[in-house]
Structure formats: C-alpha cells, structure tokens
C-alpha cells in the first residue's frame, strides 16, 4: 500500500482523476500554505490503514502459527 501510495505521489501511479491517495498528497502539495488538511487527510489515511493491516496480521499470525503455541 505504501508503494502503491509513493509511486502514485511520485506520478507513475494512476492518473487523475483516478482517487488514489498518492496522487491526492502529490496534488495537494501546491496547497500547503494554505489548505494543509488537503495532505494532511490522505496522509493520516495511508498512516492508519497501513498500521490497522500491520496490526491485524501481526494478530492473524499469532492465532494462526502453530510454532506459536508453546
């Protein structure tokens, strides 16, 4: 997900108007000074999303492994 988000900031990803968050962070860019929840939203997203997943398979595995159960 988070290369998915990096090529699509750095322009090799979906293009507009395709909504990815890469691609929202890379447009709100020019909007900073004034606007920041235009990166700040979409940065927030991919940062809980990603950590949510992280969490939810580092659980997954622990049920799951039988290597675990010691």
């Known amino acids: ?5 990096g090529l699509s900031f ?3 990803g979906a293009q507009p108007p395709t909504p990815e968050w890469g691609l ?3 447009e709100g860019r020019q ?7 235009l ?3 979409p940065g927030m997203s991919i940062l809980i999303v990603v950590a949510i ?3 939810w398979s580092d659980s ?3 049920v ?3 290597k675990n159960q010691g």
């Open 10 to 12: 750095l322009g090799f």
């Open 64 to 66: 799951v492994d039988p």
């Open 1 to 5: 997900m988070i290369e998915v988000a």
């Open 53 to 55: 997943f992280n969490l």
């Open 60 to 62: 997954l595995r622990d």
């Open 31 to 37: 909007y900073l000074q004034t606007s920041p929840w």
């Open 39 to 41: 990166m700040a939203f």
């Open 24 to 26: 929202m962070l890379n």
